[in-house]
């Protein structure tokens, strides 16, 4: 699978509520900064981050997202995956996810992961043709020591 068929599937929401109806030019706009996550020589997956508040605020938003055919265990790992890789990385004490309230499993993994449910944004993104808000997720990190 490449990164641009996964964007066909209509519930891969990375960076986007619509992925299935986006032109490549506007998918390509998503990947600037995404990073793969493979199973062997196959894409099943992106993952990206971006830094929330201040240049030292070591507060993060992570966008992540595997393909729909990727096991609920294989994406837990994943996240693991990528965790550790960022706090290799730089330091990271706050780590949020923000899952659309269209996204079921989405939500349902993020509980599985034991995120902290911060509240949700109402009304902010269209899914097809209706408004939904999206949930945020946040990870506290232990000091580095």
Not at 22 to 27: K, M, S, V
Not at 49 to 56: A, L, N, R, S
Not at 94 to 102: A, D, I, K
């Amino acid at each position: 699978m490449t990164v641009l068929e996964l964007f066909t599937e209509p519930t891969f929401f990375f960076r986007t509520a619509e992925p299935d109806t986006l032109a490549e030019h506007e998918i390509r706009e998503l990947l600037t900064d995404a990073r793969e996550i493979r199973d062997g020589d196959r894409v099943i997956g992106l993952w990206a981050v971006e830094q929330v508040g201040g240049d030292h605020g070591c507060h993060f938003q992570l966008h992540l997202r595997l393909s729909s055919g990727v096991s609920d265990e294989r994406w837990v790992r994943a996240y693991h995956d990528v965790v550790r890789a960022l706090r290799n990385e730089r330091e990271v004490v706050r780590l949020q996810q923000l899952v659309g309230e269209f996204d079921e499993r989405g939500l349902r993994l993020c509980k599985e992961l034991g995120l902290s449910e911060d509240g949700t944004l109402r009304n902010v993104v269209v899914h097809q043709g209706n408004r939904y808000g999206y949930v945020y997720f946040g990870h506290v990190a232990e000091p580095a020591r």
